[in-house]
T-cell receptor
């Protein structure tokens, strides 16, 4: 089973709302990632967790707050977002971090900020 | 630093025709190369990867790619495409200095028509 699940599939939020995106995998992977993908663009890395600890933060604004409560679950908390934050948010996981590791992606959450 | 160039933003092709999607990379150290496919409204799926060994790698659905170190290329080919191959294709690279950070190309939209 190489499945990464993400909820919700779609999310519409106002600039004053607080919402969370959820990602789950049951492959025993110890590395999890958040990416942001704008339309007709490649994914951009936001955060990397390794063994439930944040290892990479690609200078993402603080209105995005990641959380990894256990080895299977990854959350992205959203607060006071801007319309330009509208995008597809992809979660991925890999066995461990490393340049040869395959990252398995979820289907994404399509976020619209009004 | 590493980078990936996909010169063709769109490639239209008739069903059952051959196709080549081009990918060139630059890196000062040894690289690992990946092709991901993204079907409409979905996440990314690994198509194939080159880590070491044989320079010709194949996927289960008929795609192949050849790592050419002298030309710094990793072009993706299929001898006969199907309508269902219509998707966005991303070439990506990592190296030993960048841990798990995938650097993606800008993507190539493969449009297969009858």
């Amino acid at each position: 089973d190489t499945e990464v699940t993400q909820t919700p599939k779609h999310l519409v939020m106002g600039m004053t709302n607080k919402k969370s995106l959820k990602c789950e995998q049951h492959m025993g992977h110890r590395a999890m990632y958040w990416y942001k993908q704008k339309a007709k663009k490649p994914p951009e890395l936001m955060f990397v967790y390794s063994y439930e600890k944040l290892s990479i933060n690609e200078s993402v604004p603080s209105r995005f707050s990641p959380e990894c409560p256990n080895s299977s679950l990854l959350n992205l908390h959203l607060h006071a977002l801007q319309p330009e934050d509208s995008a597809l948010y992809l979660c991925a996981s890999s066995r461990v971090t490393g340049p040869q590791e395959t990252q398995y992606f979820g289907p994404g959450t399509r976020l619209l900020v009004l | 630093a590493q980078s990936v160039t996909q010169l063709d933003s769109q490639v239209p092709v008739f069903e059952e025709a051959p196709v080549e999607l081009r990918c060139n990379y630059s890196s000062s150290v040894s690289v690992y190369l990946f092709w991901y496919v993204q079907y409409p409204n979905q996440g990314l799926q690994l198509l194939l990867k080159y880590l070491s060994g044989s320079t010709l790698v194949e996927s289960i659905n008929g795609f192949e790619a050849e790592f050419n170190k002298s030309q710094t290329s990793f072009h993706l080919r299929k001898p006969s495409v199907h309508i269902s191959d219509t998707a966005e294709y991303f070439c990506a690279v990592t190296n030993t200095g960048t841990a798990s950070k995938l650097t993606f190309g800008t993507g190539t939209r493969l449009q297969v028509t009858l």
